[in-house]
C-alpha cells in the first residue's frame, strides 16, 4: 500500500459514501472494478471510469484491506454461528417430528432448530382399488441431517479430536551405476 494516513475502521467508515462502502465489498467478492461500480449504483456509461478513479484513493484501498480481512463479520457467518447451526442437528431427534409413534406433528408447529435438522421430506400418495372401495393411503418420509457427521464436525472445529498421527517411512534412494 502507498505511504499516506492510515485510517481506523470506524475513521474509514464516516468517510465513505454508501455508494463506496458497496463498491468495495462487491470489489472483494469479484476483483472487478467495473462490475463493482455497477453493483454499488454507478451509471453503465461511467462504471470503468468510477472503478478506476475510486481504486487510486488510499483510504478506498485501506477499506477494502479491512473487507478482505473481516470477511466474517460482513457475512455473518463465523465459527460460532457454525457450531451453532450443527448443535441443531446434533441434538435433533426424530421423535420431536412425532405427536406419536405414528402420527405427524404439523409442520407448522415444529421450531425452527426442529426444522433445520431436516434435509428432505419426500411424499407419495398410494390408491388402491378393493372390490368396490377406492382407498389413499399417503406417506411421509423425513429424512434428518446425520447426527454422527453434526458431532465429528463439531468436535473438530472445537479441537477435541486426538491429533491425527501419520507414520513415514524414509527408504533409502537407490543407488546408480554406470558400468562400461
Same mark, same amino acid.
Given at each position: 500500500?502507498?505511504?499516506?494516513?492510515?485510517?481506523?475502521?470506524?475513521?474509514?467508515?464516516?468517510?465513505?459514501?454508501?455508494?463506496?462502502?458497496?463498491?468495495?465489498?462487491?470489489?472483494?467478492?469479484?476483483?472487478?472494478?467495473?462490475?463493482?461500480?455497477?453493483?454499488?449504483?454507478?451509471?453503465?456509461?461511467?462504471?470503468?471510469?468510477?472503478?478506476?478513479?475510486?481504486?487510486?484513493?488510499?483510504?478506498?484501498?485501506?477499506?477494502?484491506?479491512?473487507?478482505?480481512?473481516?470477511?466474517?463479520?460482513?457475512?455473518?457467518?463465523?465459527?460460532?454461528?457454525?457450531?451453532?447451526?450443527?448443535?441443531?442437528?446434533?441434538?435433533?431427534?426424530?421423535?420431536?417430528?412425532?405427536?406419536?409413534?405414528?402420527?405427524? +406433528?404439523?409442520?407448522?408447529?415444529? *421450531?425452527?432448530?426442529? #426444522?433445520?435438522?431436516?434435509?428432505?421430506?419426500?411424499? &407419495?400418495?398410494? !390408491? @388402491?382399488?378393493?372390490?368396490?372401495?377406492?382407498?389413499?393411503?399417503?406417506?411421509?418420509?423425513?429424512?434428518?441431517? +446425520?447426527?454422527?457427521?453434526?458431532? *465429528?464436525?463439531?468436535? #473438530?472445529?472445537?479441537?477435541?479430536?486426538?491429533?491425527? &498421527?501419520?507414520? !513415514? @517411512?524414509?527408504?533409502?534412494?537407490?543407488?546408480?551405476?554406470?558400468?562400461?
Amino acid at each position: 500500500m502507498t505511504e499516506g494516513k492510515q485510517y481506523t475502521r470506524d475513521e474509514l467508515e464516516q468517510k465513505l459514501t454508501q455508494k463506496e462502502k458497496i463498491f468495495c465489498e462487491q470489489y472483494v467478492v469479484d476483483w472487478n472494478g467495473a462490475r463493482s461500480a455497477r453493483a454499488a449504483g454507478y451509471s453503465e456509461d461511467s462504471c470503468r471510469q468510477i472503478a478506476y478513479d475510486t481504486l487510486t484513493k488510499l483510504y478506498i484501498k485501506q477499506y477494502i484491506e479491512f473487507v478482505k480481512n473481516d470477511i466474517e463479520r460482513l457475512s455473518g457467518i463465523s465459527k460460532l454461528r457454525n457450531v451453532q447451526e450443527l448443535a441443531k442437528i446434533a441434538v435433533s431427534s426424530i421423535a420431536h417430528l412425532h405427536n406419536s409413534w405414528i402420527e405427524l +406433528s404439523e409442520f407448522e408447529k415444529l *421450531t425452527d432448530d426442529q #426444522k433445520a435438522a431436516i434435509e428432505s421430506i419426500e411424499t &407419495k400418495t398410494v !390408491t @388402491t382399488n378393493f372390490d368396490d372401495t377406492t382407498k389413499t393411503t399417503e406417506y411421509v418420509k423425513i429424512k434428518l441431517y +446425520s447426527k454422527i457427521a453434526a458431532i *465429528t464436525e463439531i468436535n #473438530k472445529m472445537m479441537g477435541y479430536n486426538a491429533p491425527e &498421527k501419520y507414520q !513415514t @517411512t524414509l527408504i533409502k534412494p537407490l543407488e546408480y551405476k554406470i558400468i562400461d
